[in-house]
């Protein structure tokens, strides 16, 4: 399975635009890209998924380059309850549908 | 259509006893998943259930960590002779089991926190 890396933690303000960053440089050629958000003491939810250029639905963008080796989770004009933790995973449906976590990126809404 | 229901949400065991935690997945969803997450870290898959078949257990303890999903009713992850390394966040997931090449998303419940004391 690909291994990711994005930041620890990231700190914004209300209205503003966050852009999240995954690293996934091993992803091989069957493998998506799929982020999740979670909030405390609360299961995660999907957010979107996407193999290569830009998707777009209600809540966010993902935008991935030609080289598929990263994949930038964009948030437009967070407010407070944006406030939580995103994951990006890397998989496909041959790895028998299992979702691999990693440590995820903490974001802070301050008003 | 509710989602995916865990109870109980909370659980407090003693070292030694045994911890059920239930799990009914969505209106229609045959496949369910197993999560654990440790404060701080993110979730670690454990086992993967089809009605009345394990299809990956790769993540499961292989001592005292069982999982079923019966024909009838929730699927139960049970914990025997708890430790205290058991507390943990407990979630469950799961989805409708449509073919394709997506994976296919994972509708999560609010999971089941167990403390062993």
């Known amino acids: 399975l690909a291994k990711t890396t994005q930041p620890i933690s990231m700190d914004s303000y209300e209205g503003q635009e966050v852009n999240i960053t995954c690293s996934h440089n091993n992803i091989a050629t069957n493998d998506y890209i799929t982020w999740y958000q979670q909030f405390p003491s609360q299961g995660p939810r999907f957010i979107i998924q996407g193999y290569k250029t830009k998707v777009t639905n209600e809540v966010a963008s993902l935008f991935i380059p030609a080289d598929r080796k990263s994949s930038t989770l964009s948030l437009p004009r967070v407010s407070l309850s944006d406030t939580a933790v995103y994951y990006c995973l890397v998989g496909d449906k041959g790895a028998g549908n299992k979702l691999t976590f990693g440590g995820g990126t903490r974001v802070l809404v301050k008003p | 259509n509710a989602g995916v229901m865990q109870n109980p949400r909370h659980l407090v065991r003693r070292r030694g006893q045994e911890a059920r935690l239930r799990c009914s997945p969505m209106?229609?969803?045959?496949?369910v998943y197993w999560y654990r997450q440790l404060p701080e870290e993110g979730l670690k898959f454990m086992v993967y259930?089809?009605?009345?078949?394990?299809?990956?257990e790769s993540g499961m303890p292989k001592e005292r960590f069982s999982a079923e999903f019966p024909k009838e009713g929730p699927s139960i992850l049970r914990i025997q002779q708890v430790v205290r390394g058991d507390s943990a966040a407990y979630f469950c997931?799961?989805?409708?089991?449509?073919?394709?090449?997506?994976?296919?998303?994972?509708?999560f419940g609010p999971g089941t926190r167990l403390l062993v004391l």
């Open positions: 997931a799961s989805s409708p089991g449509v073919q394709g090449g997506l994976l296919e998303t994972q509708y």
């Open positions: 259930l089809q009605k009345e078949n394990i299809i990956d």
């Open positions: 209106k229609g969803h045959s496949h």
